[in-house]
């Protein structure tokens, strides 16, 4: 490859920054209506914008949401995608489902608790566990990056799949990157590959690494930046995103 080559592989973003793949409304975990919150995405200058409202058993709110983002779309060339955040809640990567999965584009998955034979267990828990010494480091890390692979898998069944903050729930705990085995990485990253899906640099939670996504792209994962905007003043605002 010639040094103008090069020179222009490096020099080409990692990252569409005209793109929010993955933020909040009042449907959910944020404040602001989806109308809001597409223009905001406007005057960010985005050209492209993802709905990831948290869903659970409970949400009998996806319909609603789903022709609200359809509506949006009518008034508006920001290209919208209507999906959900839901969360692993075991070990084999079985998530929290929502009633009805029908009218979303993709399915944004989520780790923020352990998943333990006693159930879920939120980061404190899993912090007071190491403590005691009921539990350790390398079973903490294997098992969450265990369950977010299945989980991904388990989400690519029914919609293109997204994976929300990875690795975060490690983050949380105490467990940084340096800390997880290179076989765990490759796995992680070898199930966002045959799975297809598509993994969020997080500007809110501050992760992956630039290192893991640098592995995922050269695997051939995509990898999209995400705000997890919770208020439309922060859709498509981007500083650790922007540092990658």
């Given at each position: 490859?010639?040094?103008?080559?090069?020179?222009?592989?490096?020099?080409?973003?990692?990252?569409?920054?005209?793109?929010?793949?993955?933020?909040?409304?009042?449907?959910?975990?944020?404040?602001?209506?989806?109308?809001?919150?597409?223009?905001?995405?406007?005057?960010?200058?985005?050209?492209?914008?993802?709905?990831?409202?948290q869903?659970?058993?409970?949400?009998?709110?996806?319909?609603?949401?789903?022709?609200?983002?359809?509506?949006?779309?009518?008034?508006?060339?920001?290209?919208?995608?209507a999906?959900?955040?839901?969360?692993?809640?075991?070990?084999?990567?079985?998530?929290?489902?929502?009633?009805?999965?029908?009218g979303?584009?993709?399915?944004?998955?989520?780790?923020?608790?352990?998943?333990?034979a006693?159930?879920?267990?939120?980061p404190?828990?899993?912090?007071?566990?190491?403590?005691a010494?009921?539990?350790?480091?390398?079973?903490?890390?294997?098992?969450?990056?265990?369950?977010?692979v299945?989980?991904?898998e388990?989400?690519?069944?029914?919609?293109?799949?997204?994976?929300s903050?990875?690795?975060?729930?490690?983050?949380?705990?105490?467990?940084?990157?340096?800390?997880?085995?290179?076989?765990?990485?490759?796995?992680?990253?070898?199930?966002?590959?045959?799975?297809?899906?598509?993994?969020?640099?997080?500007?809110?939670?501050?992760?992956p690494?630039?290192?893991?996504?640098?592995?995922?792209?050269?695997?051939?994962?995509?990898?999209?930046?995400?705000s997890?905007?919770r208020?439309?003043?922060q859709?498509?605002?981007?500083?650790?995103?922007?540092?990658?």
């Amino acid at each position: 490859m010639s040094a103008e080559r090069t020179a222009a592989v490096e020099a080409t973003p990692m990252l569409d920054l005209c793109a929010d793949a993955h933020v909040h409304t009042g449907f959910s975990a944020g404040r602001d209506s989806v109308g809001v919150v597409v223009m905001a995405a406007d005057r960010a200058g985005l050209t492209s914008l993802t709905f990831a409202d948290q869903a659970g058993p409970d949400s009998t709110w996806l319909p609603a949401y789903g022709d609200s983002v359809r509506r949006a779309q009518q008034r508006t060339d920001i290209r919208l995608s209507a999906a959900a955040e839901i969360e692993i809640i075991r070990a084999d990567g079985w998530l929290a489902w929502p009633p009805d999965l029908g009218g979303l584009d993709a399915i944004s998955v989520s780790l923020s608790r352990l998943p333990l034979a006693a159930g879920p267990a939120t980061p404190q828990q899993v912090r007071g566990l190491l403590a005691a010494g009921s539990v350790r480091r390398a079973d903490v890390i294997e098992r969450a990056v265990e369950a977010t692979v299945r989980g991904v898998e388990r989400a690519a069944r029914y919609a293109p799949a997204r994976l929300s903050r990875p690795l975060s729930l490690l983050n949380q705990i105490g467990i940084s990157e340096d800390e997880i085995d290179a076989y765990l990485l490759t796995h992680l990253v070898e199930g966002c590959r045959v799975t297809h899906a598509t993994v969020e640099v997080s500007e809110a939670w501050r992760t992956p690494s630039a290192a893991l996504v640098r592995r995922l792209l050269d695997a051939g994962v995509t990898v999209a930046a995400a705000s997890d905007a919770r208020y439309a003043a922060q859709v498509g605002r981007w500083q650790y995103v922007a540092t990658l």
